[in-house]
């Protein structure tokens, strides 16, 4: 069992800037997606940003051009660096890790992210 442990959330104005990160306790098996995802109070989980082993990245469309996925292999982590931050970015923000091919997916425990003046 992979443990994801996230860090970087808090309280941020608006326009402000946030990096979360999520290190995952293991090697991770070949190939596979980790990302973030966000959960707002009554609505739907959804996509942040993915990033794949190979290195290609998918953004949500209310994200693209403000946030920015990276990753260290090395560390097994990966990074959400979120500028220009806005009041619908707040959420409860999850890392996610999936087999592409195995089916593994696990998820770390959520880390509030506030944007409010």
């Known amino acids: 069992q992979v443990q994801l442990v996230e860090s970087g959330g808090g309280l941020v104005q608006p326009g402000g800037s946030l990096r979360l990160s999520c290190a995952a306790s293991?090697?991770?098996?070949?190939?596979?997606?980790m990302g973030w995802y966000r959960q707002a109070p009554g609505k739907q989980r959804e996509l942040v940003a993915s990033?794949?082993?190979?290195?290609?990245?998918t953004y949500g469309d209310s994200v693209k051009g403000r946030f920015t996925i990276s990753r260290d292999s090395a560390k097994n982590t990966v990074y959400l660096q979120m500028n220009s931050l806005k009041p619908e970015d707040t959420a409860v923000y999850y890392c996610?890790?999936?087999?592409?091919?195995?089916?593994?997916?696990?998820w770390g425990q959520g880390t509030q992210v506030t944007v409010s003046a």
């Open positions: 990033i794949r082993d190979i290195g290609n990245t």
């Open positions: 996610n890790l999936r087999g592409i091919i195995l089916p593994f997916d696990f």
């Open positions: 293991d090697n991770i098996f070949r190939p596979y997606a």
